[in-house]
């Protein structure tokens, strides 16, 4: 992160001093750019907001700018109506905050664009000579950066001097002026970031499919069991057929011989509201499904060994460090996009506890969006008891049952992300998904956003675990 003197050193380069504000452009959600027009060569300078490196420098003039978002967020739009074509009069660091302002001209009017440097608390703010903000880039009540707000807080630019000897500008590597080393150096820093970033995100995308792909086997196990039996249903149905001139409508069972195993007997269930022949082609029907079944299930297994194959290269491929190529030199593909894993654009707090899914929606709007876009009917839900608080899902692989732990787990999480949370402890109900519904209020379409009602619920008293709650969080994804 910049220091005192290195952002002043920058500001020493800037020499925009009467130049005009071209055009304020936004290419992502990390900061913005402004271009500037001056009698010399026009100047490009960027600001960026992202955590952990905020900073601002001029960009090199070889280097082609961003293309712009289609659409320029609420800020960027306020920044385009005042300050466009608007003068630069006089650019300063106040004091030795690390708030770099910006005062221009326009019009008669006298306005300050403030970037504050300050690690996780950077920001933007755009107010008037009278001192009080017009917008902000991140609006924060809490620390009186919002519209309405006095700026800046009583003590900045005033304060004492701190040593220059405590605050040394770094000898940054590469050549140039101190703008293009800051901005190579910072470039380098988020591009090792973004490459660990984007590692990260791979080892989590194959355990996903991973885990998907043993719920899938199991499926097949049970499936390919389901269909073998079912065989044997054509050979029930020529017994049928053979015994039509004796049986009546209405039997419940057809008891014989089998001629497969002589001396043995057979017991065929019959559908009391079909006739003996009716009976007979649905046993042959069942036992066509099978076969067609077991076809595609061994065109499945196949498919599953060489996917399963595909994810142990990459995985080795990962483990020795070799990111760099195809296709793990780019994010990953995003999650799927019907009700199925985690994905990529649901939010939440996610808990991979194979081959079980925690999802937390940790406000109402995310819990909103988790039930409509990804919670199934089969899933459990949670929720704190006579307290507002987010929902909780649990997702399990189908047949199972959630154990103990993952219910202590979800419980803890729901508890943790209510208003009962300082009590440390409260009751719980859980239930199925698809016995959920909606509350109205007469109109159908205003019910409260994630306000829903429970049937067939069963009750859970939950005591705080601190130590449980840590390690979750720790091991959590969040969105």
Do not use: C
Request: no cysteine; hydrophobic share 35%.
């Amino acid at each position: 992160m910049l220091n005192w003197r290195e952002i002043d050193a920058l500001l020493d380069e800037f020499q925009l001093e009467g130049a005009w504000l071209r055009r304020v452009r936004q290419s992502d959600y990390r900061g913005i750019i402004l271009e500037f027009s001056s009698p010399g060569d026009p100047s490009a300078l960027a600001v960026f907001m992202a955590p952990p490196y905020p900073r601002l420098h001029l960009l090199a003039s070889d280097r082609k700018l961003p293309r712009a978002l289609p659409r320029p967020p609420r800020f960027t739009a306020v920044l385009k109506s005042r300050l466009e074509g608007a003068r630069l009069s006089a650019v300063s660091q106040l004091g030795q905050d690390r708030i770099v302002r910006f005062a221009f001209q326009r019009a008669g009017e006298e306005l300050n664009l403030d970037v504050k440097l300050w690690g996780n608390s950077a920001n933007i703010i755009l107010s008037g000579s009278d001192g009080i903000i017009i917008d902000a880039y991140s609006r924060r009540p809490k620390q009186e950066e919002s519209p309405g707000e006095t700026w800046p807080p009583e003590g900045i630019g005033n304060g004492k001097l701190p040593s220059p000897e405590r605050f040394p500008i770094r000898q940054l590597p590469g050549e140039g002026s101190w703008n293009r080393r800051v901005e190579d150096y910072y470039r380098k820093l988020e591009s090792q970031r973004s490459k660990k970033h984007r590692t990260e995100l791979w080892e989590a995308h194959l355990n996903r499919r991973e885990a998907a792909l043993e719920m899938k086997e199991e499926r097949m196990v049970q499936n390919k069991v389901r269909f073998e039996s079912q065989l044997k249903d054509g050979h029930r149905a020529d017994i049928i057929m053979a015994h039509l001139h004796e049986m009546e409508k209405g039997a419940e069972t057809l008891e014989t011989e089998d001629w497969e195993s002589p001396g043995s007997q057979i017991n065929i269930p019959l559908d009391t509201k079909l006739i003996p022949r009716e009976n007979a082609e649905k046993y042959y029907r069942r036992q066509k499904r099978a076969v067609r079944g077991l076809k595609k299930l061994e065109e499945d297994r196949l498919l599953l060994i060489q996917t399963r194959s595909h994810i142990q290269e990459l995985r080795s491929r990962l483990d020795s460090g070799n990111a760099e190529t195809e296709p793990l030199n780019s994010d990953p593909p995003g999650r799927k996009t019907g009700k199925g894993q985690p994905r990529e654009g649901l939010p939440g707090l996610w808990i991979i506890r194979l081959p079980y899914i925690i999802a937390v929606g940790r406000s109402a709007k995310e819990s909103d969006t988790l039930l409509r876009h990804w919670a199934r009917g089969n899933d459990l839900w949670l929720h704190v008891r006579d307290y507002p608080g987010g929902h909780v899902f649990i997702r399990a692989p189908r047949g199972k049952t959630v154990p103990l732990e993952i219910l202590l787990d979800a419980g803890n999480l729901a508890l943790s992300y209510s208003k009962a949370k300082a009590n440390r402890e409260a009751d719980l109900y859980y239930t199925q998904v698809k016995h959920l519904r909606r509350a109205r209020d007469g109109n159908p379409r205003s019910g409260k956003v994630a306000t829903v009602l429970p049937s067939h619920e069963k009750n859970l008293h939950i005591k705080l675990d601190s130590r449980r709650l840590k390690t979750l969080k720790e091991a959590a994804e969040i969105i």
